[in-house]
């Protein structure tokens, strides 16, 4: 059974102070990590995929990084407007139609 | 580009009373997929269809059925509603092998 793990559960920052949500995941040989975005009353909204370890992108203040068993959302001087819940998923090679999601980190970031 | 389009956004229902919910996306992408979100647990499939003429049951399958209408459309249907359906569902559809889903805005389901 493929399983994610998503921490802190919540995250208050102060603008301009740098953080990191971490992604810890179990999977019988991965196939991608997807990180998504979402805001309140909205759809998850894609940021980034990652498919090896070592992999890194980066969107504006984002950077996703992948090890083989964890990968972090770095976030670099937040911006109220990245207050929003952010979703970790899976696809193991074994089922690649299926993707396994993390409970998600609610990031507030304050003025 | 209108994408992943979810009917309705709300919705009361009375316990027992049944209502389909439905789902289209125009990006041309072979799978298909229902969740449902509740605080603290995530997103948690229901069913999905790989391609069209298939659907299979997800994690959380009990209570629900599901049709492939055509490769636009997916519905979600619950026969008898129960309180414990109460959440909010999203579909969202993907390209087969390695690529990311896209979400509809979801709808908002309250069993009363």
């Known amino acids: 059974e493929d399983q994610v793990t998503q921490s802190p559960e919540a995250l208050r920052l102060q603008e301009g102070e740098s953080s990191s949500l971490n992604c810890s995941y179990t999977v019988s040989g991965l196939r991608g990590l997807f990180w998504y975005r979402q805001d309140p009353g909205k759809g998850p909204e894609f940021l980034f995929t990652l498919y090896s370890a070592g992999e890194e992108k980066e969107k504006e203040r984002l950077k996703a990084t992948l090890t083989k068993k964890e990968s972090f959302l770095h976030i670099t001087a937040p911006k109220p407007e990245d207050s929003a819940t952010y979703l970790c998923a899976v696809q193991a090679e074994a089922n690649d139609y299926k993707l396994s999601f993390g409970a998600g980190t609610t990031v507030t970031v304050r003025a | ?112």
């Not at chain 2, 449902?36 to 069209?52: C, F, K, N, T, V």
């Open chain 2, 1 to 112: 580009n209108a994408g992943v389009t979810q009917t309705p956004k709300f919705q009361v229902l009375k316990t027992g009373q049944s209502m389909t919910l439905q789902c289209a996306q125009d990006m041309n992408h072979n799978s298909m997929y229902w969740y449902r979100q509740d605080p603290g647990m995530g997103l948690r499939l229901i069913y999905y269809s790989a391609s069209e003429g298939t659907t299979d049951k997800g994690e959380v399958p009990n209570g629900y059925n599901v049709s492939r209408l055509n490769k636009r459309e997916f519905s979600l249907r619950l026969e008898s509603a129960a309180p414990s359906q109460t959440s909010v569902y999203f579909c969202a559809s993907r390209s087969t092998g390695v690529g990311e889903a896209f979400f509809g805005q979801g709808t908002r389901l309250t069993v009363v």
